[in-house]
């Protein structure tokens, strides 16, 4: 006699079995027709995707409120040397005028935000020099670029290693020369002529240089520093039957603060976007790859040239659905590196400045596509963004042969100095590419 418990156990394996059979997803090949679906509708799983690193031409950091400072060599891409310059301003008063006073400290005030790049963990050490030359420009204007560079003296005012890991939104205090506190406190003391107007006092003043010394330090960190804040703080204490601890702080002008980037290429791929000027360079020129790096300004240009082709072959096709893949190269997620949290797209034409942007039409608030990153913390290999660019490739098709338009792939930072955001994309030459997936009604 057939025990029962037997029975049943083989017809549920059966079923399982069945189910899951049921349940396995259909895999179309490239270009195969979807008959399983609808035989109306083809299914491109890579579709012909181009791709190129674009280079702006240098960039406004100035009026940012934001110090970028530090030294970094990254193996993929090459040397960042990042430091700022800022013009201080007089204070409103001047507490000081013939009062018995002791000097006590001159000092830098800096406020990390939490944005590196490199490993945060190691030491970090500023350095601080006097300008020679005042921060203004000969056209009157007050524009300044990552290419900007006026003229500082060699001797230190502040050479100080500082720990930044963990102190994101804490004041950090640079100890600046005794010497020049020393000569500000004496200044407003006696109420001498340097200081008795904004002019002469900046005259007198020029501002200060704040960069990074490269033999200890191998990190960029940024620093908020609203520009109604104190950046230089001087403190001294008032004489008399008991000392009083006071403080006397200078603020900058925003207009008067920006951030140099002095970049210089170390891989061969990335060799050919070095220098100022606007460059686009196919990814078949650059190692099969291509990069987005915020710090030198740099986007990624996305092309489809072959959809004309087949709008030919096919008059009355129409995409259903476009949905462009983006996956780092392994380089962009090795440690001390992170992927940036959102990118945006931009269309663009031959002149590669971004126009319209990708706007995800789910939502009430019109928000950009940000690429819905997913992290695959175990193997990185199924890591990627990606975007639903329909609308856009349907009104390529439409355009025809007169269409110009392509893709810029961009940072989502309010600025080029703002941090970096960094990503390496491989062509679909190479493994983990790009990739284009299209269903395609009417072939």
């Not at 963004?385 to 269409?403: A, E, H, L, M, V």
């Not at 990503?423 to 590419?433: A, G």
């Amino acid at each position: 006699m057939v025990n029962k418990n037997i029975i049943g156990a083989v017809l549920c394996f059966i079923t399982i079995v069945v189910l899951l059979s049921a349940c396995n997803k259909v895999n179309i090949q490239f270009g195969e027709s979807a008959t399983e679906l609808d035989p109306s509708i083809t299914y491109y799983d890579n579709y012909e995707t181009e791709i190129a690193t674009c280079k702006t031409d240098s960039f406004v950091t100035s009026s940012h409120q934001l110090f970028c400072v530090g030294y970094h060599n990254d193996p993929e891409i090459g040397v960042l040397n990042a430091g700022s310059f800022v013009q201080l301003s007089l204070p409103s008063t001047n507490p000081v005028f013939d009062v018995n006073v002791t000097f006590d400290s001159l000092e830098l005030i800096l406020k990390p935000n939490g944005s590196f790049y490199g490993d945060s963990t190691k030491p970090f050490k500023v350095n601080v020099y006097r300008l020679i030359d005042n921060i203004k420009r000969s056209d009157g204007t007050d524009y300044y670029y990552n290419t900007t560079s006026f003229r500082h003296y060699t001797d230190l005012l502040a050479a100080q290693t500082i720990n930044l890991e963990g102190k994101s939104g804490s004041e950090i205090k640079i100890r600046i020369s005794d010497d020049l506190g020393k000569e500000l406190l004496e200044k407003f003391r006696t109420n001498a002529s340097e200081i008795t107007s904004s002019e002469l006092f900046v005259d007198y003043f020029r501002g200060l240089y704040i960069c990074a010394d490269s033999t200890v330090t191998s990190a960029v960190s940024y620093f908020s520093a609203p520009s109604d804040s104190a950046l230089l703080r001087l403190s001294y204490h008032e004489n008399g039957l008991y000392a009083v601890a006071k403080h006397l702080d200078f603020t900058y002008a925003s207009a008067k603060q920006f951030n140099q980037m002095k970049f210089r290429a170390v891989n061969n791929d990335f060799g050919s976007v070095e220098g100022n000027s606007s460059v686009l360079v196919s990814s078949s020129a650059s190692g099969n790859k291509s990069f987005l790096y915020s710090p030198l300004g740099t986007y990624i240009k996305i092309s489809f040239p072959s959809l004309l082709t087949l709008k030919e072959k096919y008059p009355y096709m129409r995409v259903i659905k476009a949905l462009l893949v983006i996956r780092p190269n392994t380089a962009s997620l090795a440690f001390p590196y992170s992927l940036p949290k959102k990118l945006y797209l931009f269309s663009t034409d031959d002149t590669n400045q971004l126009l319209g942007g990708f706007y995800d039409g789910n939502t009430s608030s019109s928000s950009l596509l940000n690429g819905s990153l997913v992290i695959d913390n175990l193997y990185g290999e199924n890591t990627y963004y990606s975007y639903d660019i329909t609308t856009f490739i349907n009104n390529k098709i439409t355009t025809g042969q007169f269409s110009k338009s392509a893709i810029m792939l961009t940072s989502s930072l309010s600025s080029y100095d703002a941090g970096v955001e960094r990503l390496i994309v491989n062509d679909q030459s190479q493994k983990n590419s790009i990739q284009l997936k299209m269903y395609v009604l009417g072939m």
